[in-house]
């Protein structure tokens, strides 16, 4: 059986004025297009199916398109909710939806749904657990006393019914620890070392763990347990991520094949690095999303501008050299106690204006003047 394993689209996500939605459409395409192709059974998709609880009309739609051309191919569809997504939204028409193969698991009512795919294997036991806090499973079961969040969903699998002959797959969206390791690159809304991070061994019993909410596909446990990463690109620090669909081939129960097929999407998240002059000079024009590093030692001024005649889609710019100092700065934060004020105005003008104060005596004098006034009315 051939199941198609993604995550975390974030539908409508927009970043400053600029919205994902029209290439979010055309790599839902290109899902559609890999699921036929390989003829999958059963796509999975592990949660922040959309970017903000209440979706905008547009992302809708779009989910609305992706899931009427799996529908229609008569590949079944199976959604759980992640953290970005508003659970009871997600969960509207969904027992409607099962009429047409679309299986939604968006409030968590305590017990997980779960669902038999066959074939000449046996069957693949499904099952869903959408995202979770462990107050919202400690409210569900109030005569547990659950120290973590581990500890919670430890019990709801044990009062799960899984026969050992099926091959059993779960479904996750939240934050697995590998050997109490963090899988790299976190969502910042979930805290580390906080309650919401779940133990891998909590899932023993499972032959495959699909898992959402981490956009970098890796492996928490090798061939067992996955994150799929994102549908795409969605922030600067993901530009050198190179981001897939997972494809599980299964056939007997300890007989697995898992591949990544890369998604390509047609314009690309990118850093260019250097002085305004030479980026422009070297520039090939290019619809990609842009964060501009320049490192000219003052500022240029409408960098912006002159970059948009060959980027429309510059994003982020930064005048590296500064922003250096100003790290530099923050790290001295100690230390500023000891200085007087003219020593602080002084290193600010020379670190932010490349400007040294002391050279000019005229200033100097001014400033020293204002210093101490500021200082006797403090
Ligand atoms: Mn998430």
């Given amino acids: 059986m051939k199941i198609l394993h993604l995550s975390d689209l974030h539908l409508g996500r927009r970043l400053y004025h600029h919205s994902f939605l029209p290439q979010q459409e055309k790599m839902l395409e290109q899902v559609v297009k890999i699921a036929v192709e390989q003829s999958v059974q059963a796509v999975l998709i592990a949660g922040d199916v959309y970017d903000k609880n209440v979706p905008a009309a547009e992302a809708v739609t779009v989910l609305d398109s992706f899931l009427t051309a799996l529908s229609e191919k008569k590949i079944a569809v ?37 669902y038999d795919l066959e074939d000449e294997y046996g069957k693949v036991h499904l099952c869903l657990l959408p995202f979770v806090k462990q107050a919202a499973l400690s409210s569900l079961y109030p005569k547990e006393n659950f120290r973590s969040l581990s500890d919670g969903i430890a019990h709801v699998i044990g009062q799960t019914a899984l026969s050992e002959k099926d091959r059993n797959l779960l479904m996750y969206h939240g934050f697995v620890l590998h050997d ?49 990463g994102s549908l795409m690109k969605y922030s600067f620090s993901e530009t050198l991520q190179k981001k897939s669909l997972t494809l599980l081939d299964w056939k007997e129960k300890d007989n697995l094949t898992v591949t990544a097929i890369p998604l390509c999407p047609e314009t690309d998240m990118r850093i260019i690095r250097g002085k305004l002059e030479d980026l422009l000079t070297y520039a090939q024009p290019s619809a990609d999303w842009i964060r501009a590093e320049l490192t000219d030692e003052t500022l240029v001024p409408y960098a912006m501008e002159r970059l948009r005649a060959v980027y429309p889609n510059v994003l982020e710019l930064e005048f590296l050299s500064q922003s250096e100092r100003i790290a530099a700065g923050i790290t001295e934060a100690e230390a500023v106690p000891e200085k007087s004020l003219l020593e602080l105005v002084d290193s600010f003008c020379s670190s932010v204006y490349q400007y040294e104060l002391s050279e000019h005596e005229t200033a100097q004098a001014l400033m020293q003047s204002i210093c101490k006034e500021a200082e006797q009315t403090e």
Avoid: C
């Avoid at 939806?97 to 305590?110: M, N």
């Avoid at 133990?199 to 928490?220: C, E, N, R, T």
């Fill in 180 to 228: 109490g390791t963090p899988p790299e690159e976190s969502d910042s809304e979930l805290q580390l070392g906080g309650t919401q991070l779940v133990d891998a061994s909590v899932f023993d019993a499972f032959d495959y763990v699909a898992l959402g909410h981490i956009h970098k596909p890796q492996w928490v446990r090798s061939g067992k347990m996955r994150y799929s």
């Fill in 78 to 114: 199976f959604l759980i909710s992640g953290n970005h997504d508003s659970a009871e939204r997600l969960q509207f028409a969904s027992q409607l939806l099962e009429h047409q193969g679309v299986y939604i698991a968006g409030t968590f009512s305590g017990e997980m749904q779960s």
